[in-house]
């Protein structure tokens, strides 16, 4: 027995708004109806400006690692080359999937601390002169290292090879929370998921597809049934889904768009940024250090924080999650216990985010971590000083 | 603006109870986290006496279908026999699958309106001597027919013919609704979903795997990812998943498994065989005929229901929901506008069954259908003689 | 366990729809701040058509009883006569509380099957020479034995005795269901409860209040504070209310608010007519008759049904709680165990009133109630021949 | 559009936890069924408890201030003296209503800053010589002015006095948060609310009624119905009420009563003591005052702030609620514009103190409000420093 809301402050999934427990508290329709059809269409509509791009998009009832999957299947071929890049667990865990289905991932190796470097992209494709490889995929956010990478560098090293390959960008932890270009920066394929940005609870994946990648999938992709995006087109352009659709978070979808568009996406960028830079700023007096090392591709997501020598992140966490009902993310794979990370996004405000950060700072103490006091302090100050 | 409960009679997704609605409105929490390792256990725990199965039970964020391709592609290799047969639309459905995945599916025809013959079954396995065929699939009771099949007699048929095939079966519109005996009919891949007799909105799918089905999957099946049973054994020992699950949703499952549990399956199941035989007898009263010539093939979770000549059953579907706001299912494929199904499964008690039998009749008056009267009355009389 | 949903037919509170418990789903809200003026102003200026009135509403975080205390005692001084009519177990107790809060009621005797003869107030009235009675209190539809009076009667009657008293009017299960003219028919002070037309959960209670009711409040009245409609005035003309409001009860009143408005205050009362026919055309057809004698009187929100000789109401209510999972009315006082109570007013629609009349003729064959059969089938006659 | 979370820390309505609301979603039933009674008569059990009391208590469906009205007008007759205590608006407000209601209350002046003087209260009494005074009524946690008062000192006083009248005590703000001994300390009338320490909205209230003050309701009282206790007494006895409950607030109110069972009293009570400490400590750094100057008394489940001189409260709160999305109390009458409340009680944990207690630092800031920073950064010291 806890009093009080548990603050949920892994970097996704986010805290649910009570808008959209509301909304999705519906008894379920009959997805091959008429009422149906006015909530399918108005969702595909109303995806495409948060997503920014004016091509399809496509909704499966299935977790962001489904839309991965889908991402894959459709457009390539058994043994196929993929340029991936290492910019954290998730891009890491997105090379495996490729490899376990059959494709040749080319892996460009990072240290967990920087974003993708266009140049190592360039240098990649300019090397492969017979075009092998199909498709540069790369993590806009990496929800395991707290780093942005610059995607318009990517495109610009893509056009600058003259090299015909997909362009494949997730962006489940991005996606409505920091800026995100699909058509501007000439995305083929975006990856995406619902309980981040989006503030649903997990379950639904998307992507967003380019005239390009729609060709490929046309003209081939692998075996596939449950991802093919050509079975979604023609029911989709009524309002209707191949298969029975995951009808109470649609009624979530619904009600997250609504209030994006409520906002504003212009003004919910802003708000994550300066939460991001709020969080920042306390993480620095603290005399912490944040795992991105270059401050442009720290993300407005979430933070991850490095641990002082001889500390563990988890015992930190556990502290934490006991002392003050608060989740914070772990480190994973080579940060395993080395950093902690703070989620910063979704359905959040300013005393929300005061509320996360005195909750670390007093974890720090509970748990005996050395650090500097007045961190949270920062954090206020930043905050009321800077106006939104 | 319609008043009262709309009354959603397809067979599936069905009526959503209350309780599971409010299960569902909970704010997610840590999906890697004390708390829900404590969920998952349960739910995992939980599932297998619905199952009727000691094995192992996954859980996937997806539709059904997915469900389907999971079965599929576990334990298939591209190119293998699997024996398929027709009994409605989602046999067809699931064959089309395998044939898209790159397997070469046997479908022994059927006319829809009759179940598995199991001769047919060990006549085409007695002539596999060399055992190309993989699996033999068959769907236990067809959504789009209304027909349950005799798993065991399709069990006799593979130990009669000494064949190491093995057995799939689709669930979905009969799980918690219709028994069904996973081990004692000894079936390898269960395919089932969450929005029928398990009373959830669509979202979850879930695969039974048999010993033998985990060997195969083990020794070799298809490239796959997000379907891979292998992935979900180490975590699913501690309550975890191998990546986001759909939380609410199994906040869902949790309240649905307590009350199944909380009726008993063997008063789950009297209790659809006593609304699908009240509904029959309306059926019947109305000088209509039921789709499933064969009585004991005749489904208790919907009843598919013959137009006379020269009737559409959609337009009678669209009078009901216009009228009587009620949503019906649709004749699909070749008995498109030659029948309309009635589903009696799920949440569901004799007063619903009573509005929904009394308006199809009213549907029936107003749409000028030729009928005899008092087809709602002899399900009443049913009813009121045949106590549970 | 019972599967399916219960059937709440007692003549309120009502089936509450899903999206009133929806709206209610929200947390509250500061009482003082302005985002509820904008909610307290939206309720009081939407609540006036609703009561076909000009004039003021007041809202009180109570039972319908305490409207029926708040209306005598802003008017009435102690020792007061006040002129009542028994027209059942409700009128009765109106009139019983009257007595308790020092008032003088004459009580016009009624044998529970006729609704109020205006002739008699006419009577009264014109005895009363020197205007002692200082309101005329009627019930409009009397709960307890579904006899609606004739309000415009009970106001000729007033007028023909050129006589100052006050009339007040019960609508507790009248308003929103049956057509109620507060300023066409002159009445004072109405009291009304939100649980049976409005479709909202007990705990709301109204007054609406006449110029003449409004000036009687100012000069006199009784001693009061919780119900003195002065204090209610000034706070809400800004959208306020005097002390704590029940804040997820007034969000459900919007909700229950639009949802009349998007019907229309015609149609739903159509609807209930309807259903009350359907409901009249069964208990002929059983061959029970109907408590109210004269067919004018009938109400259209609910069904006062006579057992015949011998026969219990309670056992057939309980037979049927039992049996099939329906709530119905009890007989009360004078009529205990004579009667059953068939609500047919709220959030309601065709298919739901079937199930009920289903359920009330199974009920009859399982508890050996002789009756005629086909009463269900004579209102499914009925609602398919009378298209709305 | 604000994003995140309402933060409601006005002394009441409290936040109301995810589970109230949840456990509130719940079809209406009947309230005359056997399914109801259950649930009345765990109520009625289950609030002694949190009474601490073995006596009666009745369930208003009502606000707050029908449970002040439910304990005058059952005991005192027209005419009857009161001895009232200043110590704030709320009794300030009490003693108007008895005075409306035609009581005759002695009010001793107190200056809002300090609690009940119980040496005052016996010099009225030893005066009251021929027991004219029939109940002395104090407020135990006056929520205008975040001052308690020590009640054991009352029922000292009027012992000492061997005076004969009632005690009657408003625990408004401080039932389930401040550590009230109905029993032990001799009360005779309680009086209580749903949206503070019981974490519900508003619309319920209640009366704790001592073997004493039932038999003063039983041999006299004032004309009542609505809230008349002996009525309830035969109803409740089975678990019923004499006028149709506000269901789905009892509901509520089951939940509730588990959730405070669950966390246990004692626990319940150092939890708010701790909140009230931290927030303390924030109001001594940033250099302001509180308004109870006796450190003995000052509230646990509020705190009422001095604001400097020439700083209005009003304009503060506006700065907060329009730049933090926060709501905090006003100053009332005597301290309007002086003084803002926080309240700091109901469904709270560390985390959420501190979004408030640095929301309202930011908005001093903002505000321009002269204050010493560092206000949060204590009261994260104190919550770091003291484990519960």
Same mark, same amino acid.
């Given at each position: 027995m806890r009093s009080g809301r548990h603050f949920l402050q892994i970097p996704g999934p986010t805290n649910t708004p009570e808008r959209i427990l509301r909304a999705m508290h519906r008894s379920v329709i009959d997805h091959r109806g008429p009422e149906f059809a006015e909530l399918g269409l108005g969702l595909l509509r109303d995806l495409k400006p948060v997503f920014q791009t004016e091509g399809r998009v496509v909704i499966y009832p299935a977790s962001g690692s489904g839309a991965w999957e889908a991402a894959l299947v459709n457009v390539l071929q058994p043994g196929d080359q993929v340029l991936m890049y290492e910019t954290g667990q998730f891009s890491t865990l997105w090379k495996n999937m490729a490899t376990k289905l059959?494709?040749?991932?080319?892996?460009?190796?990072?240290?967990?601390?920087?974003?993708v470097d266009a140049n190592l992209i360039a240098d990649a494709l300019a090397k492969d002169t017979d075009h092998k490889i199909k498709a540069v995929c790369v993590v806009h956010n990496d929800t395991a290292t707290g780093i942005t990478s610059d995607i318009g560098a990517v495109r610009a090293a893509i056009d600058g090879a003259a090299h015909p390959a997909l362009m494949m960008v997730d962006t489940i932890s991005s996606l409505g929370s920091i800026d995100f270009? /699909?058509?501007? @920066?000439? #995305?083929? =394929? #975006? #990856?995406?998921?619902?309980?981040k940005g989006l503030m649903l609870p997990?379950? !639904?994946?998307?992507?967003?597809?380019?005239?390009?990648? @729609?060709?490929?999938?046309?003209?081939?992709?692998d075996r596939?049934?449950? @991802?093919?995006? &050509?079975?979604?087109?023609?029911?989709?352009?009524?309002?209707?889904?191949?298969? *029975?659709? %995951? /009808? *109470?978070?649609?009624?979530? !979808?619904?009600?997250?768009?609504?209030? !994006?568009?409520?906002?504003?996406?212009?003004? #919910?960028?802003?708000?994550?940024? &300066?939460? %991001?830079?709020? /969080?920042? %700023?306390? =993480?620095?007096? @603290?005399?912490?250090?944040i795992l991105a090392l270059n401050p442009d591709e720290r993300s407005n997501s979430l933070t991850a924080v490095l641990m002082p020598d001889g500390q563990g992140g988890d015992a930190l966490r556990a502290e934490i999650l006991d002392g003050f009902d608060m989740s914070l993310g772990t480190g994973l794979n080579k940060v395993a216990d080395k950093i902690f990370r703070i989620g910063h996004l979704g359905d959040f405000n300013d005393l929300m985010l005061m509320g996360t950060l005195s909750g670390v700072e007093m974890g720090m103490i509970r748990a005996g971590v050395p650090h500097q006091s007045g961190g949270a302090q920062s954090a206020l100050k930043y !905050?009321?000083?800077h106006r939104i």
């Open positions: 059959g494709y040749d991932p080319i892996f460009i190796a990072g240290d967990w601390r920087r974003g270009k /699909t058509d501007a @920066w000439g #995305v083929d =394929v #975006v #990856v995406a998921g619902s309980q997990p379950g !639904l994946s998307f992507n967003a597809i380019s005239e390009k990648a @729609w060709a490929a999938c046309q003209a081939g992709g596939r049934s449950y @991802w093919d995006w &050509r079975d979604m087109m023609t029911p989709n352009d009524a309002g209707y889904f191949p298969y *029975t659709p %995951a /009808t *109470t978070l649609l009624y979530g !979808l619904r009600e997250a768009l609504d209030m !994006l568009a409520g906002e504003g996406l212009e003004q #919910v960028f802003a708000r994550h940024e &300066r939460h %991001a830079s709020a /969080t920042r %700023a306390a =993480v620095e007096s @603290w005399g912490f250090e !905050l009321a000083d």
